[in-house]
């Protein structure tokens, strides 16, 4: 079972690794979303502390929504997708391993990412700290919720467009606490509560989803 | 023993076959033909559990598969008319992908034997995309190789963009599955170049009834 997930989240990291340039695209996205926003609202220190937190966030979740297109639509297109739902392993499992291969692929720089941008808004150490510790509890969050859409507009046409509409607004919680995690420490309260709640959403999703999304994939390939 | 009973498939408005029933046993070729457009693929698609027949069940062993699931699908190889190749993986990478996700062990060897048995030897470490259609094929075929013990194969035109020589060794590789008590379930528009001694057809737009 644990070699079923292995193999396919190996599988999808030697893709990603073969297709460097899409997976750079989604962290040069997120990079170039929020490096914008001091251009346009302009250089002041104590307005780009307060939003830098909003911005990282919100580029994140517009990152993770561009990149799940790529999730099952390659193996959709060339088969491989109904050889995982004909597989002796349980579908539920296969969809776990893409989907760690996924947020490996765009979470994870992300949140190494995100470090970097907290030095540039000028966040301080504990600010940035927890902003890195809320993407890190977030993303994860983004990629499974992010699996259901994806699997549900599967082989539709204009599915990207439906996709957003589908799971941005799953993704608000997500937003409000992980942004509000970073804004709570900036005020001198604790961000314990806020990142709690992320994680409890990361293992609700991590539970739950991967059966939301192998039902979507069946009805899907239909 | 696989079984359908009372199959029909609905595409859109139009119903492509209905009352369909079949029987096959152990050692048995079963040739689905018909022209284009009458359901073959359909049909396939459906003995494998990926397409819901509209009416109707599909049974294995005296089960029907829609309760099965992973037990059936454990003694099922499908070759879509997809290959489920990846152009960014090299041809053992592909295979050893596969078996990954079917859940069949597989060693170095093993994928090394599979694709050299297919007519792949030297190829094994080219990445497909450099593959010809046909050597993409074999790569898709390699999986029967490896699915060996599997007793229920399922094959969408197994025989496309192959060359005399590969038709030959697929037939054979056919041939050796029936005479080990397999099933094979095939499409094709040719002549089923296999010697089978036990062989039934379903012809699909026309009568329904498999006949010897």
Known sequence: MIGTVAAVVRRDLLLAFRQRADVANTLLFFVVVVT????????????????????????????AILSLNRLFAADFADGTLEQMLISAEPLPLIVLGKTAAHWLVTGLPVTAMSVVLGVMFDLGAEATATLAAALALGTPVLSLVGAVGAALTLGLRGGGVLVSLLVLPLYVPVLILGAGSVEAVAA???AAPYLLLLGALALFALVLTPWAVSAALRISVE | ?????????TRGERVLFSALALRVEPGTLLRVAGPNGTGKTSLLRMLCGLLQPTQGEVRWREKPIRLLKEEYWAALAYVGHLNGVKDDLTAAENLRASAGIAGLDADEGTVRGALDAVGLAGFEDSLARFLSQGQKRRIALAR??????VPLWILDEPFTALDARGVAELS???????????????TTHQEVPVAAVRAATVELGREREPRS
């Open chain 1, 36 to 63: 914008m926003v001091p251009l346009g609202v302009g250089a002041e220190p104590n307005l780009l502390r307060a939003i830098a937190p909003g911005v990282v966030w919100v580029a994140a979740l517009l990152a």
């Open chain 1, 188 to 190: 001198g309260l604790g």
């Open chain 2, 1 to 9: 023993m696989l079984e359908a009973r009372d199959l029909e498939c």
């Open chain 2, 144 to 149: 029967l190789h490896l699915s060996g013990a």
């Open chain 2, 172 to 186: 054979a590789l056919v041939a050796r599955q029936l005479a080990g008590g397999g099933i094979v379930v095939l």
